[in-house]
C-alpha cells in the first residue's frame, strides 16, 4: 500500500468512518443542572465522527446557561465528549416580582428558587436590581469575611456607590461602594468592637460611628 493510500485510509477513518464515531458524552460539575439537561443543551449528534464535533459550537451552548460560570468540552479518543461545567454559586437572594432569586459574586441573577433561601442576604436595590449595582453588591459581600458576611441579613442599594449592610443584631453598615472593599473590611473589624448603631466605613481613611 502506498503512502498516499495509507494516509487517505488514515483520513477517512478519523473524518468519515463510524470506528471513532461520538458514543458517549459525559458531563461533570452539574449540581443544580442536571446531566441531562446539560446534554441536551449541548447537541451533540451521536454517531457524528469524533473529530468533527465543533466543540466551540457545544461550549457556547452550553454557557449559554445562566448557571453556568465556566465550561470546558474536549474530546476523549476514541468515542466521548466530555463536557466539564462549573456553575455560579449564590452569594445572596434577590426578589423579583412574586418570586425569589439567588445571585453570585458578580452580581448575575441566575437561579429561581420558590421560597428565600434563609441562609443568603436579602439584597434591595432600586429598580429590583440594575445590572451595574447589583455586580458592585456581589463584590462587596465576596470581600466580606465568612463570619461577617454570614451577619449579613440585607444590602439595600439604591445606586452603585451607596451599598449598606444591615447586621443581624441590627447594626448598619454604611459601606458605600465597592471600592477599597479589602481596607473596609479591615477597618470594620477594629469599629465593631465600638458600640454603636452604624458605622460608616465608605472613606475607610475617616471611618465614623454614630449611635
Given amino acids: 500500500m502506498t503512502a498516499a493510500a495509507v494516509f487517505g485510509f488514515a483520513g477517512w477513518v478519523v473524518f468519515f468512518s463510524s ?3 461520538t458514543e458517549v458524552v459525559s458531563v461533570k ?12 443543551t449541548a447537541g451533540v449528534d451521536l454517531g457524528t465522527p469524533l473529530v468533527r464535533i465543533n466543540l466551540d459550537v457545544v461550549r457556547d451552548r452550553i454557557a449559554d446557561i445562566p448557571v453556568v460560570d465556566s465550561v470546558s468540552v474536549h ?9 466539564s461545567v462549573t456553575e455560579r454559586q449564590p452569594i445572596a437572594a434577590v426578589r423579583r416580582g412574586r418570586g425569589w432569586w439567588v445571585m453570585d459574586k458578580e ?26 449595582t447589583l455586580r458592585e453588591v456581589g463584590s462587596v459581600l465576596n470581600a466580606l469575611p465568612d463570619r461577617l458576611r454570614t451577619a449579613t441579613q440585607r444590602v ?14 441590627g447594626r448598619e453598615v454604611f459601606w458605600g461602594s465597592a471600592a477599597d472593599s479589602d481596607r473596609k473590611v479591615a477597618v470594620l473589624a477594629v469599629l465593631l468592637d465600638q458600640r454603636a448603631a452604624v458605622y460608616d466605613v465608605s472613606v475607610p481613611a475617616r471611618p465614623t460611628t454614630s449611635g
Fill in 156 to 169: 439595600e442599594a439604591r445606586t452603585m456607590d451607596s451599598i449598606t449592610l444591615r447586621l443581624e443584631n
Fill in 29 to 40: 460539575g452539574a449540581e443544580k443542572l442536571s446531566p441531562d439537561d446539560v446534554i441536551a
Fill in 19 to 21: 470506528w471513532l464515531a
Fill in 75 to 83: 474530546r476523549s479518543w476514541p468515542h466521548t465528549i466530555e463536557i
Fill in 107 to 132: 452580581g448575575v441573577v441566575f437561579w429561581h428558587t420558590p421560597v428565600r433561601l434563609k441562609a443568603l442576604p436579602v439584597v434591595k436595590a432600586l429598580g429590583e436590581g440594575q445590572p451595574d
